[in-house]
């Protein structure tokens, strides 16, 4: 793999009539060409938050206001408003603007804005436009690609949603140096995913350029990134709605979705949570014959590596996991399902774990 | 076209691999197996309200519980619960029965029923399987068909939901025994309108067969029910999501809409309002010179034959109707867009009124 230096470089998400582009340069943000070929029609809502409003609102809008009617909708920041409330927000301001069918939501912001965007365009007059710009590494590689939108529920992690695809994805990966530092590594641990479920090379890659990667060398990131959205793009291409082989981008959620839940969503970030998870999936892996000791020591120092926690909550006992993880939407009837690992790069899904096995399983891990 | 006494009949709504079946037959509700085909698993959440509870829930219930797991939400009844707090109410119950992705929603009752569950289902875990089970004319030619899914928002109607399809639709013609008088007309607006937008033999055979389908002759409601339904599959299955013509099912709803979101959700039924919508929409057409007046005189005539208001709230000026009108999810940028008639039985989608002769029109429209 090699990194081209600072050029715009492109990608598809090959989906049929819903196929679109994913675009990673520096300086996307402030171009506003990078927009407009993917705009339904004249009407374009802006939804970010407080944090990244100050940052980034006033040079996405350049450029936009002289022939468009662009509106904002600026949220609080964090996983606790990922929530219905936040999302009628947005369909308050459409309505009130008049905004009709022909409209465009335009995401500007991390993950949770990305997926209450992509929700409130998903539902709103049954369906409009919406652009993903991502401003986080952890939505750049995950949950900008993809079309799953949703919110959280006080009883689990996005469980009310809908499958919509965005128009268009465009990485402005500028806005990583403004990342704070637990945010970068939050977001390594999904890239560190795609090395897991799919890519052995990627994860040699990655172990070895870690420490770049975490000092924000720009083409080892640019190039993390492309690689990410590539493995994601084929992997929805093959299975938009999680009838099956999607799944295994879950590689860690189970657990991750447990923890985040149990411990309040926001205290813990997604990809620390999902940090943890990786390593739970990797040892669980390992009890079930799967992997070898050096892979789980392989799979603990990248984790631990990107600044990722490896333990899991003390507050947490196996009761607690297992309360959340039967609420899991991967789940068929009564079975937990979990994406564990055949081999580093190679996910597999699991439904038949003995539940005393998973419970003495949770018992034993390290808890911190 | 002929009747056939009692025989169940099905037609089938063509939509790939979201096709679905709809079967037309008294008695359907407590046949069990008339719904096991349809059901995603074991999971089974009946969705109804206060009114259709006590007649029809415990017969649909019958001869399901012995296997499967079924639960049960009962809501308050009218167009005025058809809120995002209600569909809540649905997913709550659906998350703290621990229900996952295999589960089958069951929309048991009229299309305030069928929209809500309908769009609880597209979202619920990012979408699960339901089923219609209309229990009243208008939902049963209209609502239940087509994966029009939403709720209501204070500022518009249907302004919030999704594409949503069924896996079946069943209709049980013995539920209209039990219906207010009220609601039949309301319900013979919409079959109306399959006549004026497609079908000038379906109309002619309305006008012949009016005073027998008010005394409720069970062949003919199922005579009328089926061919409303088969004009509503061909032109839902030509445009699923309303890229055009499937457009033209919204003769009427313009007009409609815009009464029924001013007098407050529920004062008018949806079919009054759409019959008044429709002679509206016929007396613009005659201005447009595309009707003569003796067809309007044939529409008004049926209208008032099904025992439909012709005349516009008394409350209601131009600009209030303009107002609302402008919110109408069919417009595209600034133009508002009407569906008029080419001929009796012949609908067309216009949007070059001008704006100066629909506020005339609107001035002299009749009021009571």
Chains 1, 2 share one sequence.
């Not at 008049?98 to 409130?120: H, K, P, S």
């Not at 590494?137 to 959280?152: E, F, P, R």
């Not at 943890?276 to 390992?286: E, K, P, T, Y």
């Amino acid at each position: 793999m090699t990194a081209t230096p600072s050029s715009p470089r492109s990608l598809n998400v090959d989906l049929g009539e819903r196929s679109y582009p994913i675009h990673v340069a520096p300086g996307l943000l402030d171009d506003p060409q990078s927009l407009r070929p993917y705009l339904a029609g004249r009407q374009v809502m802006i939804v970010t938050n407080e944090t990244v409003a100050p940052l980034y609102l006033e040079r996405l809008k350049g450029g936009l206001e002289d022939d468009l009617d662009v509106r904002e909708v600026i949220l609080p920041d964090g996983e606790h408003t990922k929530t219905l409330a936040s999302v009628e927000r947005i369909w308050d301001a459409l309505l009130a603007a008049g905004f009709n069918r022909r409209c465009t939501l335009v995401a500007l912001g991390g993950g949770v804005i990305g997926d209450m965007v992509g929700y409130a365009a998903a539902c709103y007059q049954r369906g409009v436009a919406f652009i993903q710009v991502p401003t986080t590494l952890l939505s750049q590689v995950d949950s900008s690609v993809g079309g799953k939108t949703g919110v959280n529920h006080p009883r689990g992690k996005n469980m009310i949603g809908a499958f919509w695809q965005p128009r268009a994805v465009l990485i402005d990966t500028g806005t990583l140096t403004s990342l704070p530092d637990r945010e970068l590594s939050a977001g390594l641990a999904e890239v560190i995913k795609y090395g897991l479920i799919r890519d052995a090379a990627f994860l040699d890659w990655l172990e070895a350029n870690m420490g770049e990667l975490l000092d924000r060398d720009a083409d080892l990131l640019s190039e993390a990134i492309l690689r990410s959205c590539a493995i994601k793009a084929e992997v929805v291409a093959a299975d938009e709605t999680e009838q099956g082989a999607r799944a295994m981008l879950n590689l860690g959620h189970t657990f991750g979705h447990a923890i985040e839940a149990h411990q309040g969503y926001g205290k813990w970030l997604h990809g620390e949570a999902v940090g943890a998870g990786m390593l739970m999936a990797a040892m669980l892996s390992r009890q079930l014959g799967w992997l070898s000791e050096a892979d789980v020591a392989r799979v603990a120092r990248i984790i631990a590596a990107a600044g990722l926690p490896m333990a899991a909550p003390a507050s947490m006992d196996a009761d607690a996991f297992l309360e959340r993880m039967r609420l899991d939407k991967k789940n068929i009837d009564d079975r937990i399902r979990l994406v564990l690992l055949n081999a580093l790069g190679e996910a597999c899904i699991h439904d038949e774990t003995p539940p005393a096995q998973l419970r003495s399983f949770l018992d034993d891990y390290p808890r911190a």
